[in-house]
C-alpha cells in the first residue's frame, strides 16, 4: 500500500506542473498582447492604437474606423515570440473579418515587432508596436 500512494504521489507531482498558469517572460508583453488582441477583436480602435508607437498611431485609425460596415469576426496570432534579452517581441496578427454587403469572410495579417519602452525604476516599461498596419484591403469603396 505504501509504495502504490509513493507512486501515485510521484504521477500527481509530474501532473501538476502542465497545469500551472504560463509564466510571462518578460514585464507584461503576454498582458499587453492580449489587451490589443481584444481591442482588435471588437473594433476597439482607440484602444488597439495606445499599444502602437505614437508615430504610426494615426495611421491604425485611419486604416480602420472610417469603415462603418466592417465586421471582425475573429482575431488572433499565428505566432507571438518574445526575445527577453533583447526587449523585443515578434508576433503576426490575423483578423478574420467581413464588410458589408458581402458576408464573405476573408483574413487580413499584420506581422509586428514589439519593443519594450523602458520606464522609470517606480515603473514597468511599456511595450509597443512599432510598425504601422499594413494597407487593409476592402475599405475605399466601404465607407
Sequence with gaps: MGQKNILLLFLLLLILPGCAKKVDLGPGYDRTSKQFLRAMRWQDFQGAAVHLRPEV?????????????????????????LKEEAGAAESRLVLRYYILPSTRIREWRWAMDWQLIPADRKQRGTWQVQQPPPAFPGIAGSE
Design 57 to 81: 498611431r494615426g495611421e491604425l485609425l485611419d486604416s480602420f474606423e472610417r469603415t462603418r460596415d466592417l465586421h471582425i469576426v475573429e482575431a488572433s496570432y499565428d505566432y507571438s515570440r
